[in-house]
């Protein structure tokens, strides 16, 4: 069993920046690839970025690509969201996820190939 804890949200102004972080344990956290993803009010949960379990590979939403960066540290078992430049459309739970298997963009895009969540923190980003 893997636990992820997020932490790092709160309440910003448009333009600012904020740092996400997902501790993880119970697992060997090189071996997990892992994912940021957002949900908002009414709608679904939506995918924001990923990388892989060494770190040499990304992917990126479009709508946060050029803004946001994830990047990780095996030694502290942590995966980091850098957020630059937030806008309010960018307001809503952040979850970290984990998952086994790396795939492609569509595959790690979609919230149900992730075997393992954090219970989410709040972003809030006002104009």
């Known amino acids: 069993q893997v636990q992820l804890v997020e932490s790092g949200g709160g309440l910003v102004q448009a333009g600012a920046s904020l740092r996400l972080s997902c501790a993880a344990s119970?697992?060997?956290?090189?071996?997990?690839?892992m994912g940021w993803f957002r949900q908002a009010p009414g709608k679904e949960r939506e995918f924001v970025a990923a990388i892989s379990g060494s770190g040499g590979r990304t992917y990126f939403a479009d709508s946060v690509k050029g803004r946001f960066t994830i990047s990780r540290d095996n030694a502290k078992n942590t995966v980091y969201l850098q957020m630059n430049s937030l806008k309010p459309e960018d307001t809503a739970v952040y979850y970290c996820?984990?998952?086994?298997?790396?795939?492609?963009?569509?595959?790690?895009?979609?919230?149900?190939?992730?075997?393992?969540w954090g219970q989410g923190t709040q972003v809030t980003v006002s104009s």
């Open positions: 119970g697992r060997t956290f090189s071996s997990l690839n």
């Open positions: 996820a984990a998952r086994v298997h790396w795939g492609t963009y569509n595959s790690m895009r979609g919230p149900s190939g992730y075997d393992f």
